[in-house]
């Protein structure tokens, strides 16, 4: 999260255990052209499959304290981390962070399959 690249939005980090057994982290990183950057879920995801490990096992998303938002993956990024999944039984843990701390009253964990309870799937 501290290396997001933000330039009208907030920080988020996201890390994924990945089928290799590593953890690959990601963040966002912002364009002007609204559209044109990635989500930290992405990137991180991204990272994984860059690295030859092409199945998550798992999937922790944190936002900044300071953000309004709740810390949750976007829609386009639900379809990512399903598409990834190794299984819709997956744990996306979510939570905000302050100074490189977690605030775990925020921390909520769902399985992939109770966010996205309807992914497209060919
Ligand atoms: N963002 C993420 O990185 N992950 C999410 O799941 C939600 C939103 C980013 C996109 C943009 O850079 C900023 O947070 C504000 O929307």
């Known amino acids: 999260m501290d290396n997001a690249y933000v330039l009208w939005g907030f920080k988020v980090g996201a890390a994924v255990l990945a089928e290799d057994g590593k953890i ?21 995801i991204d990272h994984a499959v860059s690295h030859g490990s ?15 938002s709740e810390p949750r993956p976007c829609g386009v990024c639900l379809q990512y981390i399903y598409d990834f999944a190794e299984n819709p039984k997956i744990k996306v843990v979510m939570a905000k962070a302050e100074n490189g701390k977690i605030l775990f009253e925020t921390v909520k964990v769902k399985t992939i399959g109770e966010l996205l309870p309807y992914p497209f799937k060919k």
Do not use: F, L, M, P
């Open 24 to 44: 690959y982290a990601g963040c966002n990183v912002e364009s002007w052209i609204s559209g044109i950057g990635i989500c930290a879920e992405r990137c991180a």
């Open 54 to 68: 092409r199945k998550i096992k798992e999937i922790a998303v944190v936002t900044s304290a300071d953000s309004q």
